[in-house]
């Protein structure tokens, strides 16, 4: 199975918002209301900020936020602040116990 | 709380043999699967497979099958990642993660603090 493809890099100033896509197939994004998004400060280890395509586990910013049309799910960071440099993963479902990494995010606040 | 702490760094040959550990505390072990993850230096997150620590039954993705074994002891609530046949490049950090209650299938809430392998002669 192929990675989910993901932008290598996105940017943004203090307070504006950015998306970043994941585009998949049917066989993963497109087939289950399963999607993940993980961020990674450098040297650190991953955290979840969303999963089941747009809910929040607690104590995550709501400036957070997730969607999925079709075969691409979106994570929307609002509010841009500088914490939120770092990467970002989308992981979804791909069947029988199976998850499926996208290739990551670069997010560089200017 | 809920804590995942691995174990600490390892240098080792080519050929050799690695065993992590991925000690838990603060939930019932046995209620969630611990999926194993592996970034190489510069590269992005891979996932391994996962062990369903109740039943013990491991879950091997493509790439991460044959010199790769995940076990546990419930006895301790640890769960193990070993690599036989180390190749230079097995060289990475690997991280297990408790996947998150209540939802779909995820990759983690909680997060050990991942063990960098270095596989070098």
């Known amino acids: 199975q192929s990675a989910l493809t993901q932008p290598a890099s996105v940017s943004g100033s203090p307070g504006q918002s950015i998306t970043i896509s994941c585009t998949g197939t049917?066989?993963?994004?497109?087939?289950?209301?399963?999607v993940c998004w993980c961020q990674q400060h450098p040297g650190k280890a991953p955290k979840l900020i969303i999963y089941?395509?747009?809910k929040r586990p607690s104590g995550v910013s709501n400036r957070f936020s997730g969607s999925k049309s079709g075969n691409t799910a979106s994570l929307t960071i609002s509010g841009l602040q500088a914490d939120d440099e770092g990467d970002y993963y989308c992981i979804s479902y791909a069947g029988p116990n199976t998850l499926i990494f996208g290739g990551g995010t670069k997010l560089t606040v200017l | 709380q809920v804590q995942l702490v691995q174990s600490g760094s390892e240098l080792k040959k080519p050929g050799a043999s690695v065993k992590v550990s991925c000690k838990t505390s603060g939930y019932t072990f046995t209620n969630y699967f611990i999926n194993w993850v592996r970034q190489a230096p510069g590269q992005g997150l891979e996932w391994m497979g996962n062990i369903n620590t109740k039943t013990g039954t491991p879950k091997y993705v493509q790439g991460f099958t044959g010199r790769f074994v995940f076990s546990r002891d419930t006895s301790v609530s640890t769960a193990y990642l070993q690599i036989d046949s180390l190749k230079t490049d097995d060289t990475a950090v690997y991280y297990c993660?408790?996947?998150?209650?209540?939802?779909?299938?995820?990759?983690?809430?909680?997060w050990g603090q991942g063990t960098l392998v270095t596989v070098s002669s």
């Open positions: 049917r066989s993963d994004v497109g087939g289950y209301n399963y």
């Open positions: 089941d395509v747009s």
């Open positions: 993660a408790k996947e998150a209650p209540g939802a779909g299938p995820n990759p983690g809430d909680s």
